[in-house]
């Protein structure tokens, strides 16, 4: 069995990963996954860095599940207001299901 979720992903620049956690934090999320990334997009190709002078010369996505669409729109909002003008990011919106997921789903799982 398993439980609807919406998936909001989030790429931005590492140096505002405190910044954006708190963001999700205080919008209710429960948690939510943050990884190391690079790519190309409309403010050019940005790496992982190997070697990199600077750890914050990198991006981060976050992966944040929620119950509500509401929620995921309300982060993304937040964020992006906050922050994508001055700096490179991008959000979207993914519909889900939560297989196995203790936090998620509850004791007696999904």
């Known amino acids: 069995m398993s439980k609807k979720a919406n998936k909001l992903v989030i790429v931005t620049e590492k140096v505002l990963i405190k910044k954006v956690a708190k963001i999700i934090n205080e919008c209710g999320a429960t948690g ?55 700096f490179a990011g991008i959000a979207y919106l993914c519909e889900a299901e939560v297989l196995y997921g203790r936090s998620f789903c509850g004791p007696d799982g999904c």
């Open 32 to 86: 939510y996954t943050v990884v190391d990334t690079g790519g190309r997009g409309s403010r050019n190709v940005r790496s992982t860095g190997k070697p990199n002078t600077a750890d914050t010369d990198s991006n981060v996505k976050f992966e944040i599940l929620t119950e509500s669409r509401e929620m995921a729109e309300d982060i993304a909002d937040k964020v992006a207001l906050k922050y994508f003008t001055d």
